[in-house]
């Protein structure tokens, strides 16, 4: 008999992970908190319920992307979450990126109801999700990465298993520290490209072709010539993450210099107002 699934968290990653669930041929109930969000994946053959314990009693595996530690915890141990209707011998899959600790309190709570999770954050942004190549960094048990593996791969080409519980978020936190930094390095660097007077287009055309080159620098660079700060990857996530970082830093007595640099631009920027502008915005700061 096939798995069933549950999917809470339908905003711009999680709807076209739902939609790549539906093509591999699973039965999905969802649930998001803007009903708006559900329609259009009830039209394309996923079931709506009316609460996280709802999707719960209908799913052999649940999966949460939702926003912080905070909105895991409602959607997973609130008065109407997973808990109060996850079958036992059921597996949470949250995809969420939160506070390692978070997540290893979280799974206590449900491994008491005979439920697994797996704290499975992913990277490679919507584009990703939408052609089914995320990576997903994964902390809990192997029998339960095993168990799930072949519905990850309906959205997910590169499948890790880390380590125990809250290794996953850790990984998440070392992939965040690349990309966080790394942009504000490519911010630095298309300034200086036009404050020198040179063309930044062919700075970053230029950049792209040697040891210079990443995926932020080639997303993110363009996005800061042009000043399109539209929201795709809004500031305030990556601002989130930045301090799931630095609190880490700080548990373990270690030093974040990069790190904490990122995070006193990011702090600025929501300062300015801009924390649903693309974390590319970091750039304003800078240019002011």
């Not at 979450?81 to 709570?109: F, M, W, Y």
């Not at 000043?227 to 799931?244: A, P, T, Y």
Request: aromatic residues 2%.
């Amino acid at each position: 008999m096939a798995l069933t699934i549950g999917f809470i968290g339908l905003g711009t990653m999680g709807t076209p992970m739902v939609r790549n669930l539906l093509k591999g041929g699973y039965g999905v109930t969802v649930w998001a908190r803007r009903p708006e969000a559900v329609t259009p994946l009830v039209t394309s053959g996923a079931r709506h319920a009316n609460a996280p314990a709802d999707v719960a009693a209908a799913s052999d595996i649940v999966v949460t992307m939702v926003t912080d530690t905070h909105a895991v915890e409602d959607v997973v141990l609130g008065a109407r979450g997973i808990v109060r209707g996850a079958r036992p011998g059921s597996v949470v899959i949250d995809h969420s990126t939160i506070a390692p600790d978070g997540a290893r309190r979280i799974a206590n709570e449900l491994v008491v109801q005979g439920v697994e999770m797996l704290d499975a954050p992913v990277s490679g942004g919507r584009l990703a999700a939408e052609a089914g190549t995320l990576a997903v960094m994964i902390g809990g048990s192997k029998a339960a990465v095993e168990r799930v593996t072949p519905v990850l791969t309906c959205y997910a080409k590169t499948i890790v298993h880390i380590g125990p519980s809250g290794a996953g978020q850790v990984a998440k936190a070392c992939n965040q520290i690349c990309v966080i930094v790394n942009q504000l390095g490519a911010a630095e660097a298309m300034l200086l490209a036009e404050r020198a007077g040179v063309d930044p287009r062919a700075v970053h055309k230029a950049l792209m072709g040697g040891f210079a080159a990443s995926r932020m620098l080639e997303l993110q660079g363009p996005k800061m010539i042009a000043r399109d700060f539209e929201g795709r990857i809004e500031s305030r996530l990556h601002h989130k993450d930045i301090h799931i970082v630095l609190d880490l830093a700080r548990a373990y007595g270690i030093e974040l210099p990069g790190s904490a640099a990122a995070a006193e631009m990011l702090d600025r920027l929501q300062q300015r107002g801009g924390a649903h502008a693309d974390t590319a915005a970091v750039f304003t700061v800078l240019d002011s």
